[in-house]
């Protein structure tokens, strides 16, 4: 095999792979076959840089950057729907049908995904573009970010028409949502809403080797186009699966309104059942030529109906409200209720959010309040039942206090939330931060777990994350549950944190805002805590992906005495506040074998450093172009002449974020 079909091969299986795991949800191979394949293309792609093809499965890792997304025109228009709620609402609309076309009517029935639409276009069975839905007209073209969704195909099988739309919803399943939001937890950031906005805000993020990190699905359910080979919308369902698509098995051809309505009423129960979020079923005239007679409204499908389900709701009594205290100081207010059953949970809690909510409902303890579970995860409560509430009960009065400390809460301009300033001396923020810095994703201390953490604090054992390493066997085990072994590991645990590297550690020191990846970031920028610890606001800003938010968070933290100290402690007692001179060293073979020739000027590397990165990564820098460079990684103003020698020889030209990523 030469190298194209070796290459074609492979993305041939790579696909049918993608497609048994992420359509068909059946794997056939292992992740970590899987993985290697991938590799072996990548580094195939990356000899032979003439094979390119823009939808290779490679590309699904992302790395494309969309500064400004481009508004583009939809070939058709996305129509909204309109909304019923009831059955006699249905059989109004059955009826205006009726009148309008000749024949027997049926109907599709297919459930009303919540998330952010999207039309797909697809020509010569391959993806061209991914259009956000809009104002319907109109909408952002997202395309490198939507080929970073698995369950979307780029190249197509079967027999499909040469040109057509597909539209669909783009949608975070409940697990993969609720595993991102333990992540913000742990960053100290505010874990998101709800999945439906979490779904369209990715849609638009920049980076996306971003978007390829959140566990995004698509779910399609109408094919537009000319001269279609389908002649009902149940049938262009079916062939949208044979093309490669994920089109949801919920769907039904019903031959009357009763048969729809059993739709609707078997699927109002079971929809909790589902991996994703639904709000409704949508109706659809099945017949395309009945659907062409009837047409449209100034906003909306004739043919077509959302029939919504009622968000489930209860009311029960608010017992009391009590307020948590997180590990970055916020407070949230909790409200603890009378057990009640919701959608098949029981619920015994619900957030409060903050301050503002409380007033704005005029939420008091003893009230009865009626809770909600709609689209957000968290049951919420969204008024209270004035007919029962005690007459001689008062305003709540927001706690002024730390509930855990006594110190007064503060609240910054322009923020929701009351916080704890007393960040050394109150205890959960104490705690939180220790746990967070013993984390398995931070310094990953084994023989240490949370409960312990809060133990040592209690018990006046240590008052911070450095106090954790002057630890001693005779200190820990008096304490609760601990004997010689246990303590011993512990200690053992600590110790072998030291060899943990510096970007974990700077991600354990729990700097608000600063998350797995942005510690990432910033420790192979800056390379040493105190290169960071000496960054202004302006020069953090100017790292890549780091916003203003992170860049003060990060300032402010280093404007702290007290974390100073701490930090210089855990210098001396041996931690890695560094890239260590072996990793600097430990230089990597990515780039072997290919030359490079480096013309322009650069934004985010200066040209040398980056012939230093070509370098470290195993690469070769020649300063003219001949038959034996690989690539020309392009700046600002590269030189005309360069460009066209390039051309001629067919030397692959890169970008400096190409080269980033290539490297990354
Ligand atoms: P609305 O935004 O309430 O007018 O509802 C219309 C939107 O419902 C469409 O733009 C789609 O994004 C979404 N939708 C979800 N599931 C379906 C479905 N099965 N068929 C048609 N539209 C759907
Ligand atoms: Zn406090």
């Given at each position: ?41 990548q580094?195939?792609e990356?000899?032979?840089p003439?094979?390119y093809d823009a939808n290779s499965p490679t590309l699904r890792v992302g790395g494309e950057i969309t500064k400004n997304f481009e508004t583009v025109p939809h070939t058709?228009?996305m ?36 998330g952010a639409s999207i039309s797909l276009t697809y020509e010569?069975?391959k993806l061209k573009k991914a259009i956000t839905r809009g104002d319907g007209f109109q909408g952002d073209d997202v395309t490198a970010n939507v080929k970073t969704i698995r369950s979307i195909p780029l ?10 739309d597909i539209r669909g919803e783009i949608v975070l ?7 991102m ?11 998101y809403?709800?999945?439906r906005n979490t779904a369209s805000g990715s849609l638009k993020l920049q980076d996306s080797a971003e978007v390829a990190k959140r566990p995004l699905d698509c ?296 998350g797995?990846t942005v510690?990432k970031k ?19 800003t100017t790292v890549d992906e780091i916003g203003e938010r992170i ?49 322009g000027?650069f934004t985010k590397v ?27 990684v392009a700046g600002d103003?590269m ?13 692959a030209i890169i970008s400096e974020d190409d080269f980033l990523q290539m490297i990354s």
């Open positions: 095999m030469n190298i194209e079909q070796q290459i074609t091969t492979l993305r041939n299986e790579l696909r049918e792979h993608n497609y048994n795991y992420y359509v068909l949800d059946n794997p056939t191979i292992s992740d970590f076959e899987f993985d290697q394949k991938l590799k072996q293309l580094e195939l990356k000899a032979h003439e094979f058709y228009r129509y909204s729907l309109d909304n019923s709620y009831s059955k006699e609402d249905l059989e109004d609309w059955e009826k205006r049908i009726e009148k309008a076309v000749d024949g027997k009517v049926e109907f599709t029935c297919e459930l009303k995904y919540d010569n069975g190249q197509l099988k079967g027999d499909y028409p040469p040109l057509f399943p409940f697990e993969g949502f609720a595993k939001n333990a992540e913000r937890v742990e960053a100290g950031e505010e874990p809403r709800n999945p779910l399609l359910y109408s094919i537009v186009g000319e001269k279609l080979p389908i002649k009902t919308q149940f049938e262009s369902l079916e062939k949208a699966r044979q093309w490669g698509f994920k089109v949801p098995e919920a769907a039904k051809l019903a031959k009357n309104l009763d048969e729809v309505l059993e739709f609707v009423n078997y699927w109002d129960v079971h929809r909790h059942e589902l991996p994703y979020e639904t709000d409704g079923v949508v109706v659809k005239v099945n017949n395309l030529q009945q659907q062409e007679e009837l047409g449209y409204t100034a906003k909306s499908p004739r043919w077509a109906m959302a029939y919504k389900f009622k968000a489930e709701q209860v009311s029960t009594v608010l017992n009391q409200i009590t307020y948590q205290v997180g590990r970055t100081g916020a407070i949230t207010p909790v409200a603890n209720l009378e057990p009640v059953e919701l959608a098949g949970t029981i619920v015994k809690r619900a957030s409060l959010h903050n301050a503002d909510q409380i007033a704005k409902l005029d939420i008091r303890e003893g009230d009865t309040v009626f809770v909600e579970k709609g689209g957000e995860i968290i049951p919420k409560i969204i008024g209270v039942d004035f007919t029962q509430r005690d007459p001689s009960s008062g305003p709540t009065e927001y706690i002024t206090e730390c509930p855990e400390c006594g110190t007064t809460l503060v609240r910054n301009d322009g923020e929701a939330q009351h916080y704890c300033p007393n960040t050394e001396g109150c205890p959960p923020q104490i705690i939180g931060r220790v746990q967070h810095f013993i984390s398995r994703k931070a310094m990953d201390i084994e023989g240490l777990g949370g409960e312990t953490v809060a133990l040592l604090v209690n018990n006046g054992l240590i008052n911070n994350y450095a106090d954790l390493y002057l630890l001693k066997e005779e200190q820990i085990i008096p304490l609760e549950r601990m004997a010689q072994k246990s303590a011993e590991n512990m200690i053992k645990g600590i110790e072998a944190s030291k060899e943990i590297p510096f970007e974990r550690v700077l991600f354990a020191l729990g700097i608000r805002y600063v797995e510690a910033l420790a192979k920028h800056y390379k040493t805590i105190d290169a960071l610890r000496n960054a202004s606001e302006e020069e953090l860049a003060q968070s990060v300032v402010s933290f280093f404007a702290s005495e007290e974390n100073i100290a701490i930090i210089e402690r855990l210098k001396s007692y041996g931690v890695q506040l560094e890239i260590s001179a072996e990793k600097l060293a430990n230089q990597t073979d990515t780039l072997k074998g290919n030359t490079f020739v480096v013309s000027v200066s040209r040398d450093e980056l012939k230093k990165l070509i370098e470290d990564n195993g690469g070769k820098v020649s300063s003219s172009i001949s038959s034996k460079t690989n690539y020309v103003n030189g005309p002449s360069k460009k066209t020698k390039a051309e001629s020889l067919g030397v």
